[in-house]
């Protein structure tokens, strides 16, 4: 009981952080239910009566053969392709509004990784790398040759690892409440997840959304065993990595994030940033820090998130004159 509560307080939890998040999809984004067997389906766009509100845009839901698995996707909107990777637990629908206001203006392909949501698990570590394997393979099973990323927290991770083993298919990234190291975390983070259970998912919209399209709900409990074991598992990938990386970056933490706010400064200056823009000129990364946000908040921070990515992706910055 004290870990449960431990767990309600601010600090991070891949598991309340995927709860608290799965909430805000049903909330705010596409009802979850029960997909068909078939590989792919079209939502057909129905043109609107006069005095009526237009058809949602059209969105292609598939599976592909990656890597041994069937990896499921959705594909929102036109434009140029932004590729959206989830935190654990989570499936599409914990994105919300985030994925429908980006579909506005760009073709927004929103994954669901191994073991998540619709993806069914198969006899395979989970990992970092492994994962960012997986969204290459699936970009171009797509055919899609290069497309901005976003991750959030594990989905963060597995972006950072896409810029490094598959930078030519990444143009821009975005991080969101993830680290290069583990001791980007406090200290809190690996203990507390050491603690979940699957029980503490029962009766949350984490273990009800997964029940809903999960090919096995009963693989719940692997899922949780396969995330603790990554995610208290140790890991630091070289700064020469990240200093390599090509791509503009924008990271964004909230204030009160699971991530520490010295991380995420130090990623930034891996990346460029840390100048006197006045006389040096613009880094092409950013770092973003949101105010009274935890790490879970930061996914109900859409009115702040989607101005912010948009502007990002499209190279805009605000006029400035001395």
């Given at each position: 009981?004290?870990?449960?509560?431990?767990?309600?307080?601010?600090?991070?939890?891949?598991?309340?952080?995927?709860?608290?998040v799965?909430?805000?999809?049903?909330?705010?984004?596409?009802?979850?239910?029960?997909?068909?067997?078939?590989?792919?389906?079209?939502?057909?766009?129905?043109?609107?009566?006069?005095?009526?509100?237009?058809?949602?845009?059209?969105?292609?839901?598939?599976?592909?053969?990656?890597?041994?698995?069937?990896?499921?996707?959705?594909?929102?909107?036109?434009?140029?392709?932004?590729?959206?990777?989830?935190?654990?637990?989570?499936?599409?629908?914990?994105?919300?509004?985030?994925?429908?206001?980006?579909?506005?203006?760009?073709?927004?392909?929103?994954?669901?990784l191994?073991?998540?949501?619709?993806?069914?698990?198969?006899?395979?570590?989970f990992?970092?790398?492994?994962?960012?394997?997986d969204?290459?393979?699936?970009?171009?099973?797509?055919?899609?040759?290069?497309?901005?990323?976003?991750?959030?927290?594990?989905?963060?991770?597995?972006?950072?690892?896409?810029?490094?083993?598959?930078?030519?298919?990444?143009?821009?990234?975005?991080?969101?409440?993830?680290?290069?190291?583990?001791?980007?975390?406090?200290?809190?983070?690996?203990?507390?997840?050491?603690?979940?259970?699957?029980?503490?998912?029962?009766?949350?919209?984490?273990?009800?959304?997964?029940?809903k399209?999960?090919?096995?709900?009963?693989?719940?409990?692997?899922?949780?065993?396969?995330?603790?074991t990554?995610?208290?598992?140790?890991?630091?990938?070289?700064?020469a990595?990240?200093?390599?990386?090509?791509?503009?970056?924008?990271?964004?933490?909230?204030?009160?994030?699971?991530?520490?706010?010295?991380?995420?400064?130090?990623?930034?200056?891996?990346?460029?940033?840390?100048v006197?823009?006045?006389?040096?000129?613009?880094?092409?990364?950013?770092?973003?820090?949101?105010?009274?946000?935890?790490?879970?908040?930061?996914?109900?921070?859409?009115?702040?998130?989607?101005?912010?990515?948009?502007?990002?992706?499209?190279?805009?910055?605000?006029?400035?004159?001395?």
């Open positions: 009981m004290k870990a449960v509560k431990h767990m309600g307080s601010c600090i991070w939890i891949a598991a309340l952080a995927a709860a608290v799965a909430a805000a999809g049903c909330k705010g984004g596409a009802p979850q239910g029960g997909e068909a067997a078939k590989s792919a389906e079209m939502t057909a766009m129905q043109p609107a009566e006069p005095g009526q509100v237009p058809a949602a845009p059209q969105v292609q839901k598939g599976y592909a053969p990656v890597n041994g698995l069937k990896m499921y996707y959705e594909i929102h909107g036109a434009g140029k392709p932004l590729v959206l990777v989830h935190g654990a637990f989570m499936t599409v629908e914990a994105w919300g509004e985030t994925l429908s206001e980006l579909a506005k203006t760009r073709q927004v392909i929103a994954v669901e191994q073991g998540h949501g619709r993806t069914a698990d198969i006899d395979r570590p990992s970092f790398e492994q994962f960012a394997d969204v290459a393979a699936l970009m171009r099973h797509l055919a899609v040759p290069k497309a901005d990323v976003l991750g959030y927290s594990l989905g963060g991770g597995v972006a950072l690892q896409m810029a490094i083993r598959h930078p030519e298919l990444v143009d821009k990234l975005i991080i969101a409440s993830a680290t290069f190291r583990s001791d980007g975390w406090y200290p809190e983070v690996q203990k507390t997840v050491a603690t979940i259970t699957p029980d503490v998912f029962n009766g949350t919209p984490t273990r009800d959304g997964y029940d399209v999960a090919p096995d709900p009963s693989g719940f409990a692997g899922l949780v065993e396969r995330i603790k990554a995610m208290v598992k140790a890991y630091a990938w070289p700064e990595s990240i200093r390599a990386i090509a791509s503009p970056t924008l990271i964004i933490i909230g204030d009160s994030d699971g991530v520490r706010p010295e991380h995420a400064v130090e990623m930034f200056r891996l990346l460029g940033g840390g006197f823009g006045d006389i040096a000129g613009m880094p092409k990364s950013r770092l973003a820090v949101l105010p009274g946000t935890n790490h879970f908040a930061i996914m109900f921070r859409g009115a702040w998130l989607v101005p912010m990515v948009v502007e990002f992706l499209d190279g805009k910055g605000p006029a400035v004159q001395m």
